[in-house]
């Protein structure tokens, strides 16, 4: 069985940091991409940023880029996300996110597990 745990959220300030993390158990983790999606109250899952199997490509939301990195170690099964500068539209549940083939997506439909969500807000 295929499980991913997020943690890491949690309120923050505006300019302040937060580092998501997320471990995967049920899968050969080496061979998956891994994503972070968010969803804000009212709005569509949207993409973050992903990473490919052995952390050589990755790929960042406009949104995010130049404040967000994702990163992985695979002899942990974790997937990071370190966000810095945070703004108070960054306010989300955070999702980790699985992919069954090593080359990363941008779209939620590339995913095919999902862990609950861990909540991020940020004040102004």
């Known amino acids: 069985q295929v499980q991913l745990v997020e943690s890491g959220g949690g309120l923050v300030q505006a300019g302040d940091s937060l580092r998501l993390s997320c471990v995967a158990s049920?899968?050969?983790?080496?061979?998956?991409?891994m994503g972070w999606f968010r969803q804000a109250p009212g709005k569509d899952r949207e993409f973050v940023a992903a990473i490919s199997w052995n952390g050589g490509r990755t790929n960042y939301a406009d949104s995010t880029k130049g404040r967000f990195t994702i990163s992985r170690d695979n002899a942990k099964a974790t997937v990071y996300l370190e966000m810095n500068n945070l703004k108070p539209e960054d306010t989300a549940v955070y999702y980790c996110a699985a992919r069954i083939i090593p080359i990363i997506a941008t779209t939620a439909e590339g995913y095919q597990y999902w862990g609950q969500g861990t909540q991020v807000t940020v004040s102004s």
């Open positions: 049920g899968l050969t983790f080496s061979t998956n991409a």
